[in-house]
């Protein structure tokens, strides 16, 4: 029963102590070491194991006492045979350890403790993990004591200084450097740094207050070197800096330009807008008041004015669905609804919607279709880009009135080409005319938005195809559309 009470106050009430401060667990080994037999020595054993590694972990403090207790503990091994050897050695390297901890306890013991009483630690400096560095105690100055406030029991142990100064010395401070430095660290103090060399001297640490560090160069001539190599870098990238800043300034020189060339062009755009919109009104509007006022009176007049009326109308229909394609393609939201469709069912219609005007300027129109082409597309943007087409072959022809319209395979893809006599363009200018709001300069007047051709590639381009064109000054131009089959 005995052996079971010492057991549980050395497991279970390891760190409590008495009035006196002296560990209950004591007392409890030297109960179990007083009733050690053969036969219980083993357990025993284990208790004085853990006991032992609680003292050396500092759970269970050192007191004066401690001496003895280890005096007792190393008499009872002697006297008793174990057949855990290992534990045993485990024991004796605790006692080993033990006792250079109770040594120093012994040497600086009263002085720590007035030294903690008084309050005197919050004098000295404090490193990482809260230890405070005493760099000099009871008059041992080759000793560093670091010690730990903080924990329920004040924690610390010592440095030799000496040892440490050698693993200083021995750590590679040449690394990180940018230039090749030589660094030593000398006995004594002697400060040899000035404004005219490249030597600087230190004290190495307050804690080898004997010791210089001095740091130069081993190539003073690596500064004049690194002055010089830096000086072309900032050149070249002060020169790249300014050569940037021109480019900065000549892109918003022309952007600016840019923007005023778009302005004008939006302000032609309104002008030409008006003017085309103006002309079918006024036809219709002349037309439509002569109707209703009665002053046609033949069935064949009255006929003739309704179709000029609705052929006006379907050009003013052209135009503006011209201005409201090219609004959705500044917004990036065109609609397109696919479906398989005969080509030439939608050249035919294009072409019939303009039979009007080819018969009222006199143009001869000579179309080869071929009846069996089909292709997915947008039969109603499609009629609206050959419309396009025709609307400009017409404008753009005027002392030779003639057009052809063309459809054929060729080879992996579809043809469709509208071809005119009319005044022509210059090569230069061909790359331009698909552009918004452009136009080219003509000696004739010829009044248009700028918008026809964009909405033609727009919508050749949105259907996966391409749009070409050929021309020359008095022969004509000729517009090439391709489409996959």
Request: glycine share 6%.
């Amino acid at each position: 029963g005995a052996l079971f009470h010492y057991n549980s106050i050395i497991l279970n009430y390891f760190s409590e102590t008495g009035g006196s401060g002296v560990p209950y667990v004591y007392y409890a080994i030297l109960q179990l070491l007083k009733i050690s037999n053969h036969d219980n020595c083993e357990k025993i054993l284990s208790a004085v194991e853990f006991c032992l590694e609680k003292m050396e972990l500092g759970s269970i403090p050192l007191t004066f006492n401690t001496e003895e207790l280890l005096l007792l503990i190393e008499k009872w091994l002697q006297e008793n045979t174990f057949t855990n050897l290992g534990k045993s050695s485990h024991i004796e390297n605790l006692k080993t350890s033990l006792t250079q901890q109770f040594q120093f306890v012994t040497e600086y013991g009263n002085g720590l403790s007035d030294l903690m009483k008084k309050g005197g630690l919050n004098n000295y400096q404090t490193i990482g993990n809260d230890f405070k560095v005493i760099n000099s105690f009871s008059g041992n100055r080759q000793k560093l004591l670091l010690i730990n406030p903080n924990f329920k029991n004040h924690a610390g142990f010592l440095i030799d200084r000496e040892k440490l100064f050698n693993t200083i010395v021995k750590s590679d401070l040449q690394s990180g450097f940018e230039f090749d430095y030589k660094i030593e660290i000398l006995t004594g103090y002697n400060s040899n740094t000035s404004e005219h060399n490249l030597i600087y001297s230190s004290p190495l640490n307050p804690y080898f207050p004997g010791n210089l560090l001095q740091i130069k160069l081993k190539d003073e001539n690596l500064i004049k070197n690194f002055i010089e190599r830096r000086s072309w870098i900032y050149g070249i990238a002060t020169v790249l800096l300014l050569v940037a800043m021109f480019l900065g300034i000549a892109l918003i020189i022309r952007d600016n330009a840019r923007e005023k060339h778009l302005a004008r062009l939006r302000s032609d755009f309104i002008s030409n807008v008006t003017h085309e919109l103006k002309t079918p009104l006024t036809s219709v509007y002349m037309f439509a008041e002569s109707l209703l006022l009665g002053r046609v009176k033949s069935d064949s007049e009255r006929k003739e004015y309704l179709s000029i009326i609705l052929k006006e109308s379907e050009r003013l229909k052209r135009m503006i669905n011209n201005i409201l394609e090219f609004s959705k393609m500044e917004k990036g939201k065109p609609e397109y609804h696919f479906i398989n469709s005969n080509l030439s069912s939608i050249l035919k219609a294009a072409i019939h919607e303009m039979d009007y005007w080819f018969e009222k300027e006199k143009f001869d129109v000579v179309t080869e279709l071929d009846e069996n082409i089909y292709a997915e597309v947008d039969s109603e943007k499609m009629q609206q880009v050959i419309s396009n087409l025709l609307s400009n072959a017409l404008k753009y022809s005027i002392n030779t009135k003639k057009i052809f319209i063309r459809l054929f395979n060729n080879t992996n893809h579809i043809a469709i080409e509208i071809e005119d006599w009319g005044i022509g363009m210059q090569e230069d200018k061909l790359s331009q005319i698909f552009e918004e709001f452009y136009r080219i300069e003509q000696k004739e007047s010829i009044s248009g938005t700028g918008l026809g051709l964009t909405v033609v590639k727009e919508i050749v381009e949105a259907h996966k195809g391409k749009i070409s064109v050929t021309s020359e000054i008095g022969k004509g131009s000729k517009f090439l559309i391709t489409l996959n089959q």
